[in-house]
Structure formats: C-alpha cells, structure tokens
Nanobody
Framework: QVQLVESGGGLVQAGGSLRLSCAAS????????MGWFRQAPGKEREFVAA????????YYADSVKGRFTISRDNAKNTLYLQMNSLKAEDTAVYYC??????????????WGQGTQVTVSS
C-alpha cells in the first residue's frame, strides 16, 4: 500500500503554469503505475495523465496533450504534473493515484486527498 499527498495547487491566471506534486510514502512506490485525475464542480472525475512503471510510457487526455507533462522521481517518491498554458477549463480538484496495470488497464487502488487548481480568465 501507499499513502499519497498532493500539493502545488493554487490560483493562477489563464496562460500561466503550475506544477503539482504528489508525495508518496511506501517502499514500493516505484513499482506502481501512477496517474492524475481531476474533478470540476458538477462534473464527473476525469482522467488527465498516467505514467507506467515498467516502461515509463505516458498517456494524456486529449484535452491536455501538449500542455501538461507527467513525470516521476522515484528517488524522491514523488509524482509531478507540470501544467502549462492553463485554461479556465482546467479548474478542478486534482488527484493523484497509484495502481497496477491489469489486462491493459490501470486499476487505481490508492488516492490522494486532492489539491485545488483554479484558473482565472
């Protein structure tokens, strides 16, 4: 198991940047696939990005491709989401999650508490 704590959220103007961090506690952090999700008021939680432990391959939602970058630093047990060219539509609570790939799908078993990102226009 792993405990996840997000940080780095805040208020930023459209066009600006933020870097979210997800600190993990657990000796097996590097063995987990990791992902970022977000949920805006009145909307369902949606996938943002993921990074696969075994090969480092990354995946992005179409809405953030070219603007967001997911990465991880296993030595620091930390997952990152670099968000550039932010839009008002990116406003949401962002969650990091850890899981395992099963039958080509990541099953997320652990979730952080979320961090608020607000983009003003």
């Amino acid at each position: 198991q792993v405990q996840l704590v997000e940080s780095g959220g805040g208020l930023v103007q459209a066009g600006g940047s933020l870097r979210l961090s997800c600190a993990a506690s657990g000796r097996t952090f590097s063995s987990y696939d990791m992902g970022w999700f977000r949920q805006a008021p009145g909307k369902e939680r949606e996938f943002v990005a993921a990074i696969i432990w075994s090969n480092g391959r990354t995946y992005y939602a179409d809405s953030v491709k070219g603007r967001f970058t997911i990465s991880r630093d296993n030595a620091k047990n930390t997952l990152y989401l670099q968000m550039n060219s932010l839009k008002a539509e990116d406003t949401a609570v962002y969650y990091c999650a850890a899981g395992r790939t099963v039958l080509s799908k990541i099953e997320y078993d652990y979730w952080g508490q979320g961090t608020q990102v607000t983009v003003s226009s």
